[in-house]
């Protein structure tokens, strides 16, 4: 299975940005798909994830009412859009896949990693 992560960019703080992370490979059977972040000189943290199956969703509470984390089944697809971006936002923002059921923020309980792709967020 291989996770292609997009979206990332340059944008001024309160700005929006939907990053995009599509599966491929043998037939693609998740039980969760989630985002992490790494900001630099920081761990990496979890944000947000979606049930794979029935799109419930759970995220990180700085992220509540600013983020949305959904999928669109038929596209192997999982999108995290991001609203009124702070710069405390500014990380490589990375797609994970997990195929067993377990805890979304566990992150050694992920199976797949796609690449990172860079938010940055400007004051």
């Known amino acids: 299975v291989q996770l292609q992560a997009s979206g990332g960019g340059l944008v001024q703080a309160g700005g929006s940005l939907r990053l995009s992370c599509a599966a491929s490979?043998?037939?693609?059977?998740?039980?969760?798909m989630g985002w992490f972040r790494q900001a630099p000189g920081k761990e990496r943290e979890f944000v947000a994830a979606?049930?794979?199956?029935?799109?419930?969703?759970y995220c990180i509470e700085s992220a509540k009412g600013r983020f949305t984390i959904s999928r669109v089944y038929a596209k192997n697809t999982v999108y995290l859009q991001m609203n009124s971006l702070k710069p405390e936002d500014t990380a490589v923002y990375c797609c994970?896949?997990?195929?067993?059921?377990?805890?979304?923020?566990?992150?050694?309980?992920?199976?797949?990693w796609g690449q990172g792709t860079q938010v940055t967020v400007s004051s």
């Open positions: 994970a896949a997990r195929s067993k059921s377990g805890s979304y923020t566990y992150t050694p309980g992920y199976d797949y």
């Open positions: 490979g043998r037939t693609f059977s998740s039980y969760a």
């Open positions: 979606i049930n794979w199956s029935d799109g419930s969703t």
